[in-house]
């Protein structure tokens, strides 16, 4: 059964930070590019930031970047968000997903025009940042 388990979610203050985690199992975990999704309250959903399992390139959405940095950890099929500066633009729930095509994936993160059928979701974490 393939598993996407997100946790981390938090309340923290504007200019605070929070580490987000994504374990996966039930997958080849190298064969696929995971990363993460999120949706405010009565907004769209958006890309945030992708991690390639098999060569560690990564990409992020330019409202994050500078501030988020994702790693992964292969040994224990797990993907990390680091959240610093946290805004409260960044209230959302996040979303782990995964992949098996890298251009997909970077499309959805860094353009509007990407779809958001991606292989797997996880259930998702709440992030709310107060001002």
């Known amino acids: 059964e393939v598993q996407l388990v997100e946790s981390g979610g938090n309340l923290v203050q504007a200019g605070g930070s929070l580490r987000l985690s994504c374990a996966a199992s039930g997958f080849t975990f190298d064969d696929y590019v995971i990363g993460w999704i999120r949706q405010a309250p009565g907004k769209e959903r958006e890309g945030v930031s992708c991690?390639?399992?098999?060569?560690?390139?990564?990409y992020y959405r330019d409202s994050v970047k500078g501030r988020f940095t994702i790693s992964s950890d292969n040994a224990k099929n797990t993907v990390y968000l680091q959240m610093n500066s946290l805004e409260p633009e960044d209230t959302a729930v996040y979303y782990c997903?995964?992949?098996?095509?890298?251009?997909?994936?970077?499309?959805?993160?860094?353009?509007?025009?990407?779809?958001?059928?991606?292989?797997?979701w996880g259930k998702g974490t709440l992030v709310t940042v107060s001002s």
């Open positions: 997903a995964a992949d098996s095509d890298l251009v997909h994936f970077v499309e959805v993160v860094t353009t509007h025009l990407g779809n958001y059928d991606m292989d797997y």
């Open positions: 991690i390639s399992s098999s060569d560690d390139s990564t």
